[in-house]
């Protein structure tokens, strides 16, 4: 465990009005609701002090305070989860937000704790996120699957739904699956909420693509634990009764 005076938040931010899937926070997930799921599963994070679930929505806050969870009410005009959390945290005192996916049910707590270790021991890092190498082809082509290449210290390149990089002469190539755990330095947090929405980020329908096309640097964890998310119907058929390890 890496040692740190940091104060570490994590902030799960949960919207009602999904396009894909309305309503998933309170889609069951093996007898529980799905919120209810990651905020268990995040919680046994050995970095984070505290952690808050972040919602528009009253059905979501008040199934969150019925399992004893902590949740805030923030507006319903965020156009991005990240700004969602830029409002609930402004007035706590932290030095470290930790971004945490509200539709990742049965993300692996150890890979929450691999992506705040870099800000622990570089203060120069303002935000690290996860990717994990993809094997499946099928995977790979599917725009719901976040690709994402980087640069050989490990900073984003660039995040896309398409197959990136694109492999013209069919030669060996390793793509992998961006995981939507971002984690920020609180003051780095403050500024992202005043930079405007990018071309990229509209267009990709990718938050992080504001922070590259402005500039600033994301560093890549490479893990080999994965995590899915519930984005779809398909998927929430799929996910409904998994039986966690």
Do not use: W
């Amino acid at each position: 465990m890496v040692k740190s005076k940091n104060i570490v938040i994590g902030v799960i931010p949960a919207r009602y009005k999904s396009t894909r899937l309305p309503g998933k926070p309170l889609l069951g997930i093996s007898g529980k609701p799905m919120i209810q799921q990651v905020y268990e599963h995040a919680k046994k994070s050995k970095y984070i002090s505290d952690l808050i679930i972040a919602t528009d929505d009253a059905r979501i806050y008040k199934c969150v305070l019925g399992f004893g969870g902590k949740a805030v009410m923030t507006s319903g005009k965020h156009k991005s989860g990240t700004d969602r959390i830029c409002e609930a945290v402004k007035k706590i005192k932290a030095d470290i937000i930790v971004n945490i996916q509200g539709d990742e049910p049965f993300i692996d707590y150890k890979n929450i704790d691999k992506a705040i270790e870099p800000l622990l021991t570089d203060n120069n890092l303002n935000i690290s996120t996860l990717a994990i190498k993809m094997m499946n082809n099928k995977e790979i082509a599917d725009p719901n699957k976040v690709k994402v290449v980087f640069d050989k210290s490990g900073n984003a390149l660039y995040f896309s739904r398409s197959a990136v990089p694109y492999n013209r002469d069919n030669i060996k190539t390793d793509h992998f699956k961006h995981i939507g755990l971002y984690v920020y330095r609180k003051s780095f947090l403050m500024k992202y909420k005043n930079l405007k929405q990018t071309k990229l980020e509209v267009a990709e329908k990718l938050e992080q693509l504001r922070i590259l096309e402005h500039g600033v640097k994301i560093k890549v964890i490479i893990t080999n634990k994965d995590s899915f998310s519930i984005d779809t119907g398909e998927d929430y058929r799929k996910y409904k009764n998994y039986k966690d390890n």
